[in-house]
T-cell receptor, first 110, second 113 residues
Framework: KQEVTQIPAALSVPEGENLVLNCSFT??????LQWFRQDPGKGLTSLLL?????REQTSGRLNASLDKSSGRSTLYIAASQPGDSATYLC?????????FGAGTTVTVRA | DAGVIQSPRHEVTEMGQEVTLRCKPI?????LFWYRQTMMRGLELLIY????????DSGMPEDRFSAKMPNASFSTLKIQPSEPRDSAVYFC???????????FGPGTRLLVL
């Protein structure tokens, strides 16, 4: 059974600092990995999807890397803003099923 | 597109009552997923449909839970009878491919007293 771990569980940084969020998974036989953002009381918004053949994916200030062999992914958010405050979830897809981590709750202080 | 639509957004009910959650997927998406999110267990897949047919319901916790998809634009998740431990946020998601991005609805926050 795929286990997905996200460390740290919570993170508080001053505005402008770069964010580094970590995700690890136990079974490297995955199709892809997806990063989501969840705001309080809201659904999940997809941020980036990295296919298993890719090493990284970028969108604006966001960059996600994938090292499938070691079972790790990292989400970098450059020059953080208060609007980046949310919970970030990592999800790994093997076969059809998405297995989610518990998330990292980020607070960006103005 | 309006995205995935779920109703109701909040539901408070008493133990033993029947609860029905509703979902309208994004038009053209062939896959529909029901998830449950709790503090203790995080996000868990309950069931998913392909072209209105249930493919895997192994995540459905008990026989008290049932899901249907009578047509491509509507699905329901029913709990009968409901119990306090069913309290959670229930999400519906849809996608046009099994391996591509899933788009989530805003969720239904269920509280069973």
């Amino acid at each position: 059974k795929q286990e997905v771990t996200q460390i740290p569980a919570a993170l508080s940084v001053p505005e402008g600092e770069n964010l580094v969020l970590n995700c690890s998974f136990t079974d490297s036989a995955i199709y892809n990995l997806q990063w989501f953002r969840q705001d309080p009381g809201k659904g999940l918004t997809s941020l980036l999807l990295i296919q298993s053949s890719q090493r990284e994916q970028t969108s604006g200030r966001l960059n996600a890397s994938l090292d499938k062999s070691s079972g790790r992914s990292t989400l970098y958010i450059a020059a953080s803003q208060p609007g980046d405050s949310a919970t970030y979830l990592c999800a790994v897809r093997d076969d059809y099923k998405l297995s989610f981590g518990a998330g990292t709750t980020v607070t960006v202080r103005a | 597109d309006a995205g995935v639509i779920q109703s109701p957004r909040h539901e408070v009910t008493e133990m033993g009552q029947e609860v029905t959650l509703r979902c309208k997927p994004i038009s053209g998406h062939d896959y529909l997923f029901w998830y449950r999110q709790t503090m203790m267990r995080g996000l868990e897949l309950l069931i998913y449909f392909n072209n209105n047919v249930p493919i895997d319901d192994s995540g459905m916790p008990e026989d008290r839970f049932s899901a249907k998809m009578p047509n491509a634009s509507f699905s329901t998740l029913k709990i009968q009878p409901s119990e306090p431990r069913d309290s959670a946020v229930y999400f519906c998601a849809s996608s046009d491919s099994l391996l591509e991005t899933q788009y989530f609805g805003p969720g239904t926050r269920l509280l069973v007293l």
